[in-house]
């Protein structure tokens, strides 16, 4: 059962709900519903007796598993990773190395990125790779290396977490914790990140479905923490000529399903740097709040995922057009500041 609490809904309200619940021994979580009110869900029904409260506005009793990070009952979340906004209607863009190699190359590419028009600095500190003998990434010293990268530009970075033990130490030098796709059901894990006060960027597992994806999205909600960011990065096909397919149709459901912000990495989604670009804007034109993309200042050097890395220059191709897209996509919708900085910005592509 879902049970919308108005703005003016006391205190006291939302607290005998949850109070009542655990009594009868039901399951029960709340969440800010992004107009000044809250959501409880409550995995099970409450009596009407229990439900007789200021600031009940409306009750569901038939809804989605996935209680809190249904779209239903409620507006559509913006995820704050210090100054940038994730879902606030521009796309963003988290860009950076597979992995990081080094202190100053990171600090290079961090530059590169960011003046390519990246708002976030991505890479691996702690990485799940397929075989044990490729390179694991430099762990803590890696991390250090990302902190120093987000000094010398002000980019936020977001890296991999791998390990529910290693959770405390990535958030300890992080600005958002990834989840990847190898670990998207890995329960204690999101249960771990859940418990932490920064943002997650939760990857679908290459071979989950939808709801998987958004089941696993509601551990993180259900631990405490409502900053969870989506991210579709391909799924496993028939098809090997790409490394994986890149499923936009999930893209375009995940906006009708959740609330949460859906972003899209079409650098592994396709595994080749030749796709990337435009994977990239037909991502935003699914409706994605923004991209992850492997960018490298030399892409053939990279230690990881050199195929599908692509150059600064090209991340600011990508970047100039997104930027063209939204603007063109809110100008035809009615939107009549979006007619003004449609103008600007083809004035400033052209
Ligand atoms: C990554 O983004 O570095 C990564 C390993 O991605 P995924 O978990 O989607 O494979
Ligand atoms: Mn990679």
């Not at 995820?79 to 202190?103: D, N, S, W, Y």
């Not at 044990?132 to 890296?159: C, I, K, N, S, W």
């Not at 089941?215 to 799924?235: D, F, K």
Request: glycine share 10%; charged share 20%.
């Amino acid at each position: 059962m879902i049970v919308s609490l108005s703005p003016d809904a006391p205190t006291s309200t939302r607290l005998s709900l949850l109070a009542f619940a655990t009594a009868v021994g039901l399951e029960s979580r709340t969440l800010p519903d992004g107009r000044g009110g809250h959501i409880v869900g409550v995995d099970g029904a409450l009596p009407p007796a229990a439900l007789d409260l200021p600031g009940v506005a409306a009750i569901q009793t038939i809804h989605k598993p996935y209680m809190l990070a249904s779209r239903e009952h409620r507006a559509l979340s913006v995820v704050r990773v210090g100054e940038v906004q994730i879902g606030a209607g521009p796309p963003i863009l988290m860009a950076g190395p597979c992995v990081v190699e080094g202190r100053e190359s990171l600090i290079e590419a961090a530059r590169a990125v960011k003046s390519a028009g990246a708002d976030m600095l991505r890479g691996g500190a702690y990485k799940p790779r397929t075989s044990p003998y490729a390179f694991q990434g430099l762990g803590e010293e890696g991390l250090a290396h990302l902190a120093a990268a987000r000094d010398a530009t002000g980019l936020p970075v977001v890296t991999e977490v791998l390990d529910p033990d290693q959770v405390d130490l990535v958030a300890s030098y992080a600005d958002m914790l990834q989840v990847g796709s190898r670990n998207m059901a890995n329960f204690p894990l999101l249960r771990r990140v859940g418990g932490t006060d920064r943002p997650v960027l939760l990857k679908r597992g290459f071979s989950a479905t939808v709801e998987e994806w958004l089941m696993s999205a509601e551990y993180i909600l259900a631990s405490g923490n409502p900053n969870v960011v989506l991210c579709e990065r391909g799924i496993r096909s028939f098809e090997t000529t790409t490394r994986f397919t890149l499923d936009l149709n999930a893209v375009a459901l995940a906006k009708e399903l959740t609330h949460l912000p859906v972003i899209v990495d079409p650098s592994h989604g396709t595994g080749r740097r030749s796709l990337v670009t435009r994977m990239a804007l037909a991502g935003l034109a699914a409706g994605a709040d923004g991209l992850i993309v492997e960018v490298h200042p030399t892409p053939d050097r990279a230690r990881c995922d050199a195929s599908q890395t692509i150059t600064p220059a090209e991340l600011a191709a990508i970047h100039r057009r997104g930027q063209a897209l939204h603007v063109a996509l809110a100008a035809v919708e009615g939107d009549s500041a979006g007619v003004v900085e449609l103008g600007a910005a083809l004035a400033l592509s052209a």
